[in-house]
């Protein structure tokens, strides 16, 4: 039997628990017990976004009724043991690292298979970005340590878009917010979130920019706490900053209305580009806006052409180097900037969902769930 967590595509708060009787594996099939699994403001994204970027796609939810379109299951990363193989290349006892349905168990039909790993060939994700396709073997990983598997899951996938973003913005001179001989302002806003923190702690060793968080008033104290941040401002304290700073504007929240204020305020803006969407009750376009037009930042397509640049080794590597250095900032024993909290069952998962939907968590905590 496969338990699987669903939400409302167009009410992300309301949400159901489905079980359904596992199926035969069709030859060259696997079946995987998903054990445990991250649950960030980054996965409220990817429902969010879930119709314009396709995130829907990746797990169907099984025709159930005549409103079977209407729910989705919000794709999560973390890790899973296979149970049952119909498949020559993966044997069972594997474990994998990847991305997973909030659910129980997951069906994959693996393709490309190698040592390493192999990508899901199932028809329906073919048209689909294949990082997202991608399952690791975590016994020959270099990222993998079982010591600290609940920080991969957690902080792995957005490391690397945030890791891609630092590394955006420097292949284009910072929009040339750096130039006579001043710093440019890069401006975060969701600022207690990881993927910007993890952002922040990429750029804040470029001497020849400055980075400010933004983020409401009772994320301040963590935010400083983190050391990576030049200033954290709130939201409402846009006005600490001169109107005429050359700046970029690196947008995690999606907020319309702080957006807006942001386009207005700063005449020497030289680029906006939105990341996710945490605000997920105030998303908005970015129609009518002063200065440059928002740009949607896609993380695979800087991971393709850095992979043209480098080579996959040579990016393999220099991404492997800063999360190792990233990780030792976080894991710091005598200041850890996550603690884990494991939330096991459907119930406790609802109740997660919900606490991170809202927003209204503790920023210093990480959950990991699991449908089991």
């Avoid at 706490?225 to 050359?246: H, M």
């Avoid at 605000?279 to 002063?290: E, I, K, P």
Wanted: with cysteine.
């Amino acid at each position: 039997m496969t338990t699987q967590f669903q939400v409302r595509k167009d009410q992300l708060a309301t949400t159901r628990t489905v079980q359904r009787p596992d199926t035969p594996l069709a030859d060259g099939d696997i079946r995987v017990r998903i054990e445990q699994f991250a649950y960030t403001s980054n996965n409220i994204t990817y429902a969010a976004f879930g119709d314009a970027m396709n995130y829907w796609q990746f797990f169907p939810v099984a025709p159930a009724g005549d409103d079977a379109a209407a729910w989705g299951v919000v794709p999560v990363w973390g890790f899973g043991v296979v149970q049952e193989t119909q498949c020559a290349g993966v044997a069972v006892g594997d474990r994998l690292y990847g991305y997973w349905p909030m659910a129980s168990h997951a069906v994959l039909t693996p393709a490309r298979i190698s040592p390493e790993g192999f990508l899901d060939g199932a028809p329906h994700r073919a048209a689909l970005h294949p990082v997202y396709n991608n399952y690791l073997r975590c016994a020959v990983d270099p990222l993998f340590d079982p010591a600290t598997e609940p920080l991969q899951a957690l902080l792995r996938p957005l490391f690397l878009t945030a890791w891609l973003i630092d590394d955006f913005l420097a292949d284009n001179d910072f929009f040339g917010t750096n130039t006579g001989g001043q710093r440019g302002v890069m401006l975060l806003s969701s600022a207690s979130s990881k993927t910007a923190y993890a952002t922040a702690a990429q750029l804040v060793q470029r001497p020849e920019v400055e980075v400010v968080g933004l983020t409401s008033p009772g994320n301040v104290a963590f935010c400083e706490s983190l050391g990576v941040y030049s200033r954290v401002l709130t939201y409402d304290q846009l006005e600490q900053l001169p109107e005429d700073t050359p700046c970029v504007y690196v947008d995690f929240a999606g907020n319309g209305a702080l957006r807006k204020a942001i386009h207005s305020r700063f005449t020497a803006l030289a680029y906006s580009c939105s990341i996710g969407g945490t605000h997920v009750d105030q998303l908005a376009g970015g129609r009518d806006l002063a200065g440059p037009r928002p740009v949607l930042f896609f993380a695979p397509a800087q991971a393709k052409k850095r992979h043209g640049d480098w080579g996959a080794a040579g990016f393999n590597e220099r991404m492997a180097q800063a999360w190792h250095a990233f990780l030792a900032q976080v894991n710091d024993p005598a200041a850890p900037w996550v603690v884990v909290q494991h939330h096991n069952g459907p119930d406790a998962v609802q109740a997660a969902h919900a606490l991170v939907l809202g927003g209204q968590g503790d920023p210093r905590v990480g959950h990991m769930l699991s449908m089991l």
